[in-house]
């Protein structure tokens, strides 16, 4: 019986120890300012983090050293194993399920530490990896490119935990690193073929509709607005988006609509209703409905949460 209890207690003894551990192993800054989470960095050897529908208010970067799982992003799902660098925007939902023996590294980082708009001739990963409704929002990678990714955020870590001279430049620059290296894989692994692209075919049908979006997204929100600018039947272009994007075309209209509402209530000072009005819509109150349909939160929230005016600071 002494044998049973001691061995129970060895047992809960190694799972606090195993908690306290991963504690430590969480690298976490605040800002003094407003009290929230500027820049944080964990490990995680499960997938509780991720167990449930994400939404947070700052960039998400995890890198997925072993294990598998099956990724839920915006209105997609998509199946992971080892070797992957995922990336995640403000307020784009995600999350992880179906997991087994998963293992790797999370970076969260708020826009109010590091502006991606701000610093795009830097870096040009807005639209490449993050905001771009088009490809997977995340990339392959091998060995050598993986330990690379490790390394770099361990040398992260160890600032963070130091409290050391310039410790916020320093950590910009490891993460314009982080950033411009993953941007360049993802631009290897998703090359431009657009010169390439033969009249008639279905890579051509869809880069004319991605064309269409891009420019029409703000006077056009039906699927059959589009259908009938590029001449084809609303249901073909439907099957050929799914097929290609593993989305709707309401799916992918939606996600351009929000990214562009995202980018300008973050970035300028202008009124909920001027901000509808230029998106197409007439009503402020549907525009707010429809933002926080596809958000969890109003545009007023999300202002005062992921930023507000900075283009204008």
């Given at each position: 019986?002494?044998?049973?209890?001691?061995?129970?207690?060895l047992?809960?003894?190694?799972?606090?120890?195993?908690f306290?551990?991963?504690?430590?192993?969480?690298?976490?800054?605040?800002?003094?300012?407003?009290?929230?989470?500027?820049?944080?960095i964990?490990?995680?050897?499960?997938?509780?983090?991720?167990?449930?529908?994400?939404?947070?208010?700052?960039h998400?970067?995890i890198?997925i050293?072993?294990?598998?799982?099956?990724?839920?992003?915006?209105?997609?799902?998509?199946f992971?194993?080892?070797?992957c660098?995922?990336?995640f925007?403000?307020?784009?939902?995600?999350?992880?399920?179906?997991?087994?023996?998963?293992?790797?590294?999370?970076?969260?980082?708020?826009?109010?530490?590091?502006?991606?708009?701000?610093?795009?001739?830097?870096?040009?990963?807005?639209?490449i990896?993050?905001?771009?409704?088009?490809?997977?929002?995340?990339?392959?990678?091998?060995?050598?490119?993986?330990?690379?990714?490790?390394?770099?955020?361990?040398?992260?870590?160890?600032?963070?935990?130091?409290?050391?001279?310039?410790?916020?430049?320093?950590?910009?620059?490891?993460?314009?690193?982080?950033?411009?290296?993953?941007?360049?894989i993802?631009?290897?692994?998703?090359?431009?073929?657009?010169?390439?692209?033969?009249?008639?075919?279905?890579?051509?049908?869809?880069?004319?509709?991605k064309?269409?979006?891009?420019?029409?997204?703000?006077?056009?929100?039906?699927?059959?607005?589009?259908?009938?600018?590029?001449n084809?039947?609303?249901?073909?272009?439907?099957k050929?988006?799914?097929?290609?994007?593993?989305?709707?075309?309401?799916?992918?209209?939606?996600?351009?609509?929000?990214?562009?509402?995202?980018r300008?209530?973050?970035?300028?000072?202008?009124?909920?209703?001027?901000?509808?009005?230029?998106?197409?819509f007439?009503?402020?109150?549907?525009?707010?409905?429809?933002?926080?349909?596809?958000?969890?939160v109003?545009?007023?929230?999300?202002?005062?949460?992921?930023?507000?005016?900075?283009?204008?600071?």
């Amino acid at each position: 019986m002494i044998k049973k209890y001691k061995s129970r207690f060895l047992l809960l003894l190694n799972n606090s120890l195993d908690f306290f551990m991963k504690e430590i192993d969480t690298s976490t800054l605040i800002d003094p300012q407003n009290g929230n989470l500027a820049f944080k960095i964990f490990s995680f050897s499960d997938g509780n983090h991720f167990d449930h529908i994400q939404r947070l208010n700052y960039h998400s970067i995890i890198v997925i050293q072993n294990g598998m799982a099956k990724l839920k992003a915006d209105f997609s799902e998509y199946f992971l194993e080892q070797n992957c660098l995922l990336y995640f925007s403000p307020f784009q939902p995600f999350m992880l399920s179906d997991v087994q023996d998963l293992e790797g590294i999370c970076l969260n980082f708020h826009s109010d530490f590091f502006c991606i708009y701000k610093h795009h001739q830097e870096i040009a990963c807005n639209g490449i990896l993050f905001n771009n409704i088009y490809q997977k929002p995340f990339i392959i990678l091998n060995d050598e490119e993986l330990k690379g990714f490790v390394d770099l955020i361990d040398l992260m870590r160890k600032e963070v935990q130091s409290d050391s001279l310039a410790q916020h430049e320093l950590l910009i620059s490891y993460l314009k690193i982080l950033l411009i290296s993953a941007t360049r894989i993802k631009l290897s692994q998703y090359p431009d073929n657009e010169t390439e692209v033969q009249p008639g075919s279905e890579h051509y049908v869809i880069q004319n509709f991605k064309d269409a979006i891009e420019k029409h997204f703000k006077t056009m929100h039906s699927p059959s607005e589009y259908a009938n600018l590029l001449n084809i039947p609303v249901n073909t272009l439907a099957k050929i988006s799914k097929s290609h994007f593993n989305k709707t075309l309401t799916d992918l209209i939606t996600e351009r609509i929000v990214i562009e509402a995202k980018r300008e209530l973050y970035l300028t000072s202008k009124a909920v209703k001027q901000i509808a009005s230029e998106l197409g819509f007439n009503d402020e109150y549907y525009f707010s409905r429809f933002f926080k349909n596809n958000t969890e939160v109003s545009p007023k929230q999300f202002r005062e949460s992921a930023g507000f005016a900075r283009a204008e600071n």
